[in-house]
């Protein structure tokens, strides 16, 4: 079974241009996870869909960061216009429902905006 | 809200040694707990998921336990070996319909050969 996949796998770019992030789950599964995990801390949810309607997104900062999944399979993850801030490990992960509600991650996407 | 606090940050063992990784959170329900892998760039893997109504589990050389009531979790692994270098992160599954994960900062261990 193909595990969750992620590209780029490293991406720099300068300050106020923008960035785009894509991610493929687990084939199955319904519910698709974007993190941002800066150094030295735990992953932070940014956004949480269930099929490709949005489960919860009040961690996603919506006047730059944008996120779809269309056909409830794909998703990608867009910042505009980056700010130094967001340099950081982008992951994305996956998961089917209960009884456990593993999440499957992919390698990250790791940003620097310098 | 629920916090979970890994503690120490970072950990220094010599080969062969047996250890033990704390994780604790502040509220005892919780669905699940999951321990996770961090190689340097790369993803998260999964090690051990314990259920709420489970005591411990086991893999390898790795043994994860729960203790709900006390709010803490420990993973030990046994014979350390420097292939075991990496950080881990703890992390409790809300008891609610989105099941998301809350998580810990991670301890990282090194193991000198």
């Known amino acids: 079974e193909a595990g969750v996949a992620q590209s780029p796998r490293y991406k720099i770019i300068e300050k106020r241009q923008s960035v785009a992030f894509w991610c493929n789950p687990i084939s199955g599964h319904a519910t698709l996870y974007w993190y941002q995990q800066i150094l030295g801390q735990g992953p932070k949810l940014l956004i949480q869909f269930q099929n490709n309607g949005v489960v919860d997104d009040s961690q996603l900062p919506k006047d730059r960061f944008s996120a779809e999944r269309l056909k409830g399979v794909d998703s990608t993850l867009k910042i505009q216009p980056a700010k130094l801030e967001d340099s950081a490990v982008y992951l994305c992960?996956?998961?089917?429902?209960?009884?456990?509600?593993?999440?499957?991650f992919g390698p990250g996407t790791r940003l620097t905006v310098t | 809200k629920q916090e979970v606090t890994q503690i120490p940050a970072a950990l220094s063992v010599p080969e062969g040694e047996n250890l033990v990784l704390n994780c604790s959170f502040t509220?005892?329900?919780?669905?699940?707990l999951q321990w996770f892998r961090q190689d340097p760039g790369k993803g998260l893997t999964s090690l051990l998921l314990?259920?709420?109504s489970q005591r411990e589990q086991t893999s390898g050389r790795l043994n994860a336990s729960l203790d709900k009531s006390s709010g803490r979790s420990t993973l030990y692994i046994a014979a350390s070996q420097p292939g075991d270098s990496a950080t881990y992160l703890c992390a409790v599954r809300r008891v609610d319909s989105n099941y998301q994960l809350i998580w810990g900062a991670g301890t990282k261990l090194i193991i000198k050969p």
């Open positions: 992960a996956s998961s089917s429902r209960g009884p456990t509600y593993e999440q499957y």
């Open positions: 314990i259920q709420s």
């Open positions: 509220d005892s329900a919780i669905y699940n």
